[in-house]
Every structure is written in structure tokens, then in C-alpha cells.
């Protein structure tokens, strides 16, 4: 399991008071939606494992989401080029050496293949944003089968801070953000077990093993509007690290903080 966790936080979004307040949303740089990092190989790897023994599990699209993906799919790809990806053809060569060739009949596939984050797509249906596509290899305690087709509200169920109030600063968000002004926010939550792939059922308690928990994770999550369709890519990228590797400040911190936020 040690080639998934990483050597440091980056970031510990306890230690900052804006940010730890739900909903702590931020802007973030026009290229910040994807990185690499030093555990891109090894999730890399656990990513495509994933894909290819439990593809119904990781990935789901209603069919009104295609264009959306395909046009994510692209945008990605432009990304990539810029960031120590190489392009040949329908061929793209990751930072670790593998090539992945495009798929683009699953586009949803494809980026999961390619891309460290997790990637969902938010669509304005009505007078709320809905899930409607993601490839989500690394969940924190939901499972994609649960939350497909639902509104914002209905995707964090049973969280208790999100409530209808939230619920609607969250909803004027969503629909305030400009194409060249993603937002980002970042959550802390203490595990028992480093696994990365871990889906919960609503009402199913999640592997926490209190205040003493050996390991961290925490997503950087980064939403970002698509120019074409318009659609709000919700794009997480989960650090996981040791209780050891957290810095003084950070684990001074930490032992104040209410951990376990959305």
C-alpha cells in the first residue's frame, strides 16, 4: 500500500480557518483542476486495476452526459500536453512511462486511465446541478451507484452540516462559476485503513478509528465550468498519508480539529 501513500501534506485545510469553514471554497489558478504528484505511479496503477475489474463500480454516465465528458475528455487532453504528457496519434504517454491509447467511445474510461483525479460531472437540470457522469476510482465513503442522477442535496446525504441553507449558498456557486475562475475547496478525514478504493452505502459507517487513526486523507477538490456545454467538472485529487508524516504544526492542528467534513 505504500506506493499510493505520499512522503508529506501539501496542504492541511484544518490549519486554515477560511477554508475550514464549510462550504471554504477558493479560487483556483485555470490549470489547478490536474496535477501530478509523487504518487501519480502508484495510484496510476490502482487506478487501472479498478477500471478493469470493477468498471461498473468506478465509472457511470447517463447518456445526456456524453457530451459533457467528451468535451472534459478534451480539455483534459489539452492539459496534458502542457504538463509532460506526450501525444502521438490517439496515443498518450503518461508521466510513468505507460501509453494509453484513446477510447473515445468512454471517455469516462479514458480520463480515469490518464488522470490522477476523480472526475465528475455536474449538469444544471431544473433549478439544481445533478450528477451525471464520473469515473470515481477513490472514494471516500460513497459509492457513484448511490449518487448517479442526483442533485447536489441528494449527493451528500447523510451528511448533517449539509442542509438546505447550504445546500443553496452551495446551488449559487455552482452557477456563479466563469469558464477562465475554477474554485477549489479541501476536506481531512482520518481513516483506519490506507486503502484508496473505499465505498460506503448511505447509512454504512466508514472505517474511522477516532482521533487515533494512523492515516489522513485529504481531496483537493477543484470545480471547473466546461466552455462548450457548460457543464461543472468536479475534479478530487486525494493525498493519503501517514499520521507520522504530517508536519508538528500540522498534527498540533489536528488535534483540535473536528475532522470528518464533506
Known amino acids: ?20 469553514r ?18 501519480y505511479a502508484g495510484q496510476m496503477a490502482l487506478r487501472e486495476e479498478l477500471i478493469a475489474t470493477r468498471r461498473d463500480a468506478v465509472v457511470a454516465m447517463l447518456d445526456s452526459a456524453r457530451p459533457a465528458a467528451e468535451e472534459a475528455l478534451e480539455v483534459a487532453l489539452d492539459w496534458a500536453g502542457r504538463h509532460g504528457f506526450a501525444r502521438a496519434g490517439d496515443a498518450v504517454t503518461r508521466p510513468d512511462g505507460v501509453t494509453v491509447h484513446l477510447d473515445r467511445a468512454q471517455p469516462l474510461v479514458t480520463l480515469g486511465r490518464i488522470f490522477q483525479q476523480d472526475i465528475c460531472l455536474m449538469e444544471r437540470q431544473g433549478d439544481a446541478h445533478v450528477l451525471t457522469g464520473a469515473v470515481l ?6 459509492t457513484l451507484a448511490e ?18 441553507t447550504l445546500a443553496r449558498r452551495v446551488q449559487r456557486l455552482f452557477d456563479a462559476i466563469r469558464v ?19 465505498p460506503k ?13 494512523p492515516y489522513l486523507r485529504s481531496e483537493k477538490q477543484v470545480l471547473k465550468r466546461l466552455p462548450r456545454t457548460g457543464a461543472v467538472v468536479f475534479s478530487i485529487h486525494t493525498w493519503l ?10 498534527a498540533a492542528g489536528l488535534a483540535t480539529a473536528r475532522l470528518g467534513r464533506v
Open 180 to 198: 477562465d475562475r475554477p474554485l477549489w475547496r479541501a476536506n481531512a478525514l482520518l481513516y483506519g485503513d490506507p486503502a484508496l478504493y473505499q
Open 1 to 20: 500500500m505504500s506506493h499510493v501513500l505520499h512522503p508529506a501534506l501539501p496542504y492541511a485545510v484544518w490549519t486554515d480557518p477560511a477554508m475550514w
Open 22 to 39: 464549510l462550504p471554504g471554497i477558493a479560487p483556483a489558478g485555470p490549470d489547478d483542476w490536474l496535477q501530478v504528484d509523487t504518487a
Open 147 to 164: 449518487k448517479i442522477g442526483r442533485p447536489l442535496i441528494g449527493i451528500h446525504r447523510p451528511v448533517d452540516e449539509y442542509d438546505d
Open 137 to 142: 476510482c477513490f472514494p471516500a465513503s460513497w
Open 241 to 250: 498519508v501517514a499520521r507520522e508524516a504530517l508536519t508538528a504544526e500540522q
Open 201 to 213: 452505502a448511505e447509512g454504512e459507517l466508514r472505517d474511522n478509528k477516532g482521533p487515533d487513526a
